[in-house]
């Protein structure tokens, strides 16, 4: 069956939002999601949106999505996408949805000048296999650092 990808829309906020918690409970972490459908419409599709995001379905039914933001780096001199979230359900993987995702991402790069996609994968996801048949290359020299809750709120004081 075809996979077709489309942008999502404010009405798709419930669904990004389901998306988003089923991908919180596959990487261990099922309380993480604290966003709602409510605030992912405001925020993705308001006046300001700090998000994109793709959806992926197979027979007119979503099976997966795949949320961005922007980036810009000083040493490609253009803006790229940071793949926040990447979900395909259990069922629909290994049928082409992931790579029809990163396509339309990697076509919305082609088409506005926009030089690189990046992307985080946990150590333990056998999807990182998948990033790397396609072309992406784990950056071995770089570690994810992240500031949050307490300590970001105690270096704001300071």
Not at 133 to 147: E, S
Request: aromatic share 12%.
């Amino acid at each position: 069956m075809t996979v077709t990808v489309r942008p999502a829309t404010v009405a798709d906020a419930g669904l990004l939002h389901r998306f988003s918690k089923d991908l919180a409970r596959f990487e261990d972490e099922p309380d993480a999601v604290k966003a709602t459908p409510e605030s992912l419409a405001r925020d993705g599709f308001g006046p300001d949106p700090k998000f994109a995001a793709l959806i992926a379905e197979r027979g007119g039914q979503p099976v997966g999505f795949a949320l961005y933001t922007f980036n810009y780096s000083v040493w490609t001199g253009a803006r790229g996408i940071f793949v926040e979230d990447i979900w395909v359900e259990p069922g629909a993987r290994r049928g082409g949805v992931a790579r029809a995702l990163m396509r339309a991402l990697a076509q919305a790069c082609a088409a506005n000048g926009w030089r690189r996609i990046d992307l985080n994968v946990l150590d333990w996801n056998p999807a990182r296999g998948f990033y790397e048949r396609l072309g992406f290359r784990w950056q071995r020299t770089w570690l994810a650092y992240r500031l949050q809750g307490e300590a970001l709120e105690q270096l704001a004081r300071q």
